[in-house]
């Protein structure tokens, strides 16, 4: 269960159905990602058939929007990790985000979607800055060391982890079940185009994509619940190079005569 990412350079600590994120998307935008979150639960068919009739966007406007949009967002997961979901109210968001009760209605509408909205916007935003370093990287083992560092909490109480174990906790009708399988897959998405890359350039082993997959994010998934726990085995030692250190093990190509 993937997270943390919130700073933007590329060298720091940085899941359809599989239409929604799939791995020619990589990187998906805010717009993108309330689409498919839309598309996922049926409310918006058709849309694109209508676009035609839309009034030309105001790009200024869109753009304090957006703006105003990641704020709620940002508060929204904030206030999430923090007081958890029983509690949540509309009007504490909007308090940490300083907006008013209305504008938080506004984005988010019914409090039973807001998690999901906010869990698939902070996915999109972490898959941004995601592409944005791995298309600096190198090499297929730099872009295996950035998918760590973003996969992986940053410290105990990262909040977008926590967003995640909350959602997970709550109970979900089948489109919910549906967006939060796409974003699950996301992840298995982007770290099999990396090895895959590797294994063309001759640079990893020719493993079993979709059994190492399952094997990395596993295992992935159990660090990063040690890290948000606050296990004092990872005192004194990096989550992520051992992590790291046991991804590559399995990667290394076999020596040739």
């Known amino acids: 269960m993937p997270t943390s990412e919130t700073e933007r350079t590329p060298t720091d600590r940085a899941p359809s159905d599989r239409a929604v994120p799939a791995e ?22 058709g849309s694109a058939d209508r676009s035609a009739d839309l ?10 929007g957006d703006e105003a949009r990641g704020r709620a967002m940002r508060a929204a997961i904030s206030v999430i990790a ?6 949540l109210r509309m009007s504490d968001i909007a308090e940490r985000a300083g907006m008013s009760t ?10 039973d979607r807001l998690l999901l909205e906010v869990l698939a916007w902070s996915q999109a935003d972490l898959w941004t800055r995601y592409q944005e370093a791995a298309d600096q ?18 410290h105990q109480g990262d909040e977008r982890y926590a967003l995640w174990t909350q959602v997970l906790t709550q109970h979900h009708d089948e489109a919910g079940r ?3 399988t796409a974003l699950l897959d996301g992840w298995d998405e982007r770290l099999e185009a990396v090895v895959r890359e590797g294994r063309e350039l001759g640079q990893f082993a020719d ?6 997959t399952i094997r990395a994010v596993a295992m992935l998934s159990g660090l990063s619940e040690d890290v948000m726990f606050g296990r004092s085995r990872w005192q004194h030692t990096s989550v992520h190079a051992f992590a790291l250190s046991a991804l590559e ?8 005569p």
């Open 55 to 64: 009034p030309l966007i105001d790009r200024k406007r869109q753009r304090s």
């Open 24 to 45: 020619g998307v990589i990187g998906t935008t805010d717009a993108e990602a309330g689409a498919a979150y839309r598309s996922a639960d049926g409310s918006a068919e």
């Open 137 to 154: 990287a190198g090499s297929p083992a730099e872009k295996l060391d950035l998918f760590v560092r973003f996969y992986l909490p940053r």
């Open 102 to 111: 209305g504008h938080i209605l506004y984005h988010f509408g019914k409090k």
């Open 82 to 87: 923090e007081k958890g979901t029983a509690a």
């Open 207 to 212: 493993v079993d994509l979709p059994e190492f």
């Open 178 to 180: 549906r967006i939060l």
């Open 249 to 256: 093990r399995d990667l290394r190509p076999t020596s040739r």
